[in-house]
């Protein structure tokens, strides 16, 4: 089992745009789930985004209509694109790979900052 490997995030201002990355070997499999969650000092840790092992995605109200999830099997990738940022987004992000012993967990965390 290995840690995901997430990517992207950074500083950007409200109403931009960032893709963060979740990179997990077994994805390609499709055996596993991937849900991301937020989390900000002091808070407990906010689900935001899923993506079923068969594809079915599902969004909190806080950010449906404005990220979207998807997977790139042949890059073992699934993506979060994040869309007219707020700054109440800004948070340390993350992805977690479940559902079958192979998958690889949580991601390291990613940095996402919006200023207004």
């Known amino acids: 089992q290995v840690q995901p490997v997430q990517s992207g995030g950074g500083s950007v201002q409200a109403g931009g745009s960032l893709r963060l990355s979740c990179t997990d070997p077994?994805?390609?499999?499709?055996?596993?789930?991937v849900n991301w969650y937020r989390q900000t000092e002091g808070k407990a840790r906010e689900w935001v985004s899923s993506?079923?092992?068969?594809?079915?995605?599902n969004y909190a109200d806080s950010v449906k209509d404005r990220f979207i999830i998807s997977k790139d099997v042949g890059k073992d990738t699934v993506y979060l694109q994040m869309n007219s940022l707020k700054p109440e987004d800004t948070a340390m992000y993350f992805c977690?790979?479940?559902?079958?012993?192979?998958?690889?967990?949580w991601g390291q965390g990613t940095q996402v900052t919006v200023s207004s």
């Open positions: 993506l079923s092992s068969g594809g079915t995605p």
């Open positions: 077994p994805l390609s499999s499709n055996s596993c789930a």
């Open positions: 977690n790979s479940a559902g079958r012993p192979q998958c690889g967990g």
